[in-house]
């Protein structure tokens, strides 16, 4: 693991941007349209997914960065090992 992705899923606005520039890691949920990392760890608080974290290597870094950077919202962020934030 050289990185971890964080979605705040309850702040995305269902815009599918990440879903469209790294598909094969977001999709959008068809149960209420927001954005989905997909094999993600889902933390939840009551009923509700309040952020997924997966843990990703070197060679998928520029694809999930690639999908933060067009986020609106700012709500998929990646973390070094280290624990440096990226985005």
Known sequence: MAYKVEHDRPNCIACAACSIVSPEFWQ???GDGKSDLANSKHVVVGSEIVREELQIEAKDFEKNKNAADMCPVNVIHIVRRDG???I
Request: hydrophobic fraction near 35%; aromatic fraction near 0%.
């Open 28 to 30: 959008m949920s068809p």
């Open 84 to 86: 440096e934030k990226i």
